[in-house]
């Protein structure tokens, strides 16, 4: 990893820290904002950060907005034509299409990145939408972003504009240089680097990352992450870090949104538990965060789950800061999380589950191989 000292790094608790810190970041834009998500919904949310993207363009601020084509499907024509009318550029990334070749149609823009004036960014795991479930009162979904400012922020613009002038090559001019340096590193700043997932050159720096700090960590690994099934390489660094007398805790998904993930993703947990891993399923709310904190130093805050559709086949980006401060505060939101809003599966109680129980993960597992072999991804083990 190549890390960047001097950086300014906020970590952003849900919505109600990232919405208005970035809309505050998009107002203050004098030259340009570039924006990437996954989900942009028409929701209040959806609403306010359009809002502040068309204030931008409207004022001259060049305005480039990239949303994932299948993600983003539902994109409504009203807040279009307000970013089409403020003169914001908005594109899709692999428009859903009925024909073509579909298996690469599989391959999704994930991160969620902004960037301003190449100088302040934002990355994390939060989506352009409500975090609060409709019709479901209740605690937001369980999340987290960084707002940097310092060298990262250029990282962070470098990584988009190459991704919006790959799109645009032949239609547009590509994206000109930045409007100024990023800002020089600062006295007190901390150390950071970014890490991004493609299918090209970057497909494995991410999940290499978590396995090298893994198996350097000598007191305590802690990971939350939302849909959990990694590889197997991965599944035994946390099992030999256990067994060495690392604390290693799992955060993971206690309400389920994907029914086979969900089932394939227990059927880790019995090798795990067994190694001395502890894993706590998160209740309170959806759990939709992708961080971990390793020996209270290193952090990694970002869009990359642990599971085959981030590590084969979609664009992720992730922040790891190499900062005590800053992983001091990420540690102790995510224990008070774990023992507040978190259920703890001891070894015992899991070998007690009836064998059905069982069969289900395990078959679940191989229906996940084959509908990855079925998709063209490469194979996941």
Not at 71 to 78: E, L, N, Q, V
Not at 331 to 352: F, Y
Request: glycine share 8%.
């Amino acid at each position: 990893m190549l890390f960047l000292d001097g950086n300014r790094i906020e970590l952003l608790r849900n919505g109600a820290q990232f919405f208005p810190a970035l809309c505050a970041a998009i107002d203050g834009a004098r030259d340009e904002v570039h924006l990437e998500t996954y989900i942009f919904a028409d929701d209040g949310v959806g609403e306010k950060v359009a809002w502040a993207l068309a204030r931008a363009a409207g004022r001259g601020v060049r305005v480039r907005v990239l949303v994932d084509g299948f993600g983003s499907i539902g994109f409504s024509a009203r807040l279009r034509r307000m970013l089409a009318e403020s003169g914001a550029d908005l594109r899709f990334y692999r428009p859903v299409r009925f024909w073509g070749p579909w298996r690469e149609g599989l391959r999704r823009l994930h991160r969620k990145t902004a960037c301003i004036d190449n100088a302040v960014a934002f990355v994390g795991g939060i989506n352009i939408v409500d975090d609060v479930e409709r019709g479901r009162p209740g605690p937001p979904r369980f999340d987290y972003a960084v707002r940097v400012e310092g060298p990262l922020s250029g990282r962070v613009r470098a990584e988009a504009a190459r991704l919006w002038t790959r799109l645009t090559a032949g239609r547009r001019a590509p994206v000109p240089p930045p409007p100024g340096p990023a800002p020089g590193p600062r006295a007190d700043g901390a150390r950071a680097a970014l890490l991004v997932r493609d299918s090209l050159r970057h497909r494995r720096d991410i999940e290499r990352a978590y396995r090298a700090l893994i198996d350097r960590a000598s007191k305590e690994v802690i990971i939350a992450n939302a849909y959990f099934l990694p590889r197997r390489g991965l599944r035994l660094a946390l099992q030999r870090a256990a067994r060495r007398g690392v604390r290693v805790a799992l955060v993971l998904q206690g309400q389920f949104e994907y029914l086979l993930l969900h089932l394939a993703s227990r059927a880790t947990y019995e090798r795990l538990l067994a190694a001395g891993v502890e894993i706590w399923e998160y209740r309170r709310s959806f759990l939709h965060a992708k961080v971990a904190t390793f020996d209270g130093r290193v952090a990694c805050v970002g869009s990359s789950n642990l599971d085959p559709y981030s590590l084969l086949l979609a664009r992720e980006s992730n922040v790891f800061v190499d900062d005590t401060g800053f992983t001091a505060t990420l540690r102790a939101s995510l224990l008070e999380e774990m023992h507040t809003g978190a259920e703890r599966i001891t070894h015992e109680a899991w070998r007690r589950l009836p064998w059905w129980r069982r069969l289900r993960f395990r078959a679940a597992v191989v229906l996940m191989r084959v509908l990855l072999a079925f998709a063209g991804a490469e194979r996941y083990r």
